[in-house]
């Protein structure tokens, strides 16, 4: 009788120790004498001891930090990046019978095509076009972790560390084209306003009496902005033009006087006198 209640209590003890509680975001890969038995769970599950193993995968995402990492771009040079990957576990089964160390190999995998795929890029790409940057990476380790039932959801850039002498550089060359781009908008601005005062001129020519009103309202504002002070007024020269006129006559009249009194005159009186006697 006793040895019945002892082999009861070895039976009960037996099966307690082979039942297993699987979370929902778990699962158990199950292995009866060293083969693979099947995945189990979630909830409770039977797996008898001494004879089977099981090992839980989680089926969560992982986020997964790729430290930084010495990259020479395409144009020599070089800079520090680092990045974060996003991933979980598709198929157990895979990543316990494939693979050793799933999300140690994937950290692995993950730096060495940072590496590779920031080489072949130039650095403005690398500042200006990291989507391209990020689809290309989780494209490459997505294939490359797929035989082991890893699924890479992104690979995202983080951080681009420079040099202290690139950035000095760029600092440099993001002035000078500010500048440049200041000078071009002078230059457009000055060509308008040329267009401009060119089309007024005509408008002017055509009506002579809006010269005279510009001139007025002219006069307005600096008495308006300059009271206080002596103003000068500008004469048209149109007003000087008969002045200058007059005086350049009387000058070329002076110079052609001495001229002209100079050659001796022919005299008839005398020859008609004569000519009677």
């Given amino acids: 009788m006793i040895a019945l209640w002892i082999a009861i209590g ?6 307690y120790g082979s039942l297993h509680i699987v979370k929902q975001y778990e699962r158990a890969v199950s292995f009866f004498l060293g083969k693979y038995w099947g995945t189990k769970g979630p909830g409770l599950i039977f797996v008898p001891a001494f004879f089977a193993k099981l090992q839980r995968v989680s089926l969560r995402i992982i986020a997964m930090d790729i430290p930084p990492q010495d990259v020479i771009t395409r144009d020599n040079v070089s800079v520090k990046v680092n990045a974060v990957l996003y991933m979980r576990v ?3 089964d895979r990543a316990v019978i494939e693979i050793e160390n799933y999300i140690y190999a994937t950290s692995q995998l993950a730096q060495t095509t940072l590496r590779s795929v920031l080489g ?16 290309i990476l989780k494209q490459i380790v997505d294939e490359r972790t797929e ?6 959801s992104a690979v995202e850039v983080k951080d681009v560390d420079l040099p202290t002498e690139m950035k000095r550089a760029m600092a440099r060359q993001a002035e000078s ?10 230059a457009e601005g000055e060509y308008q306003a040329a267009g401009k005062l060119a089309e007024a001129a005509r408008v002017i020519g055509t009506q002579p009496a809006t010269l005279q009103l510009r001139y007025l309202q002219t006069l ?3 008495a308006s902005e300059n009271n206080s002070r ?19 006559k009387v000058a070329t009249g002076e110079k052609q006087l001495p001229a002209a009194t100079g050659t001796p005159l022919p005299s008839t009186a005398p020859a008609a006198s004569r000519q009677t006697a």
């Fill in 220 to 222: 307005i504002e600096i």
């Fill in 147 to 152: 035989p082991w039932g890893i699924e890479v």
């Fill in 10 to 15: 070895a039976v009960l003890a037996y099966a």
């Fill in 120 to 135: 072949e890029v130039e650095l403005d790409e690398l500042l200006a076009d990291r989507e391209k940057i990020n689809g």
């Fill in 177 to 186: 084209e500010r500048e440049r781009r200041a000078k071009v908008i002078a």
């Fill in 230 to 248: 002596s103003i000068i007024i500008p004469v048209p020269l149109d007003l000087l033009t008969p002045f200058l006129d007059a005086a350049k």
């Fill in 90 to 92: 598709k198929h157990p």
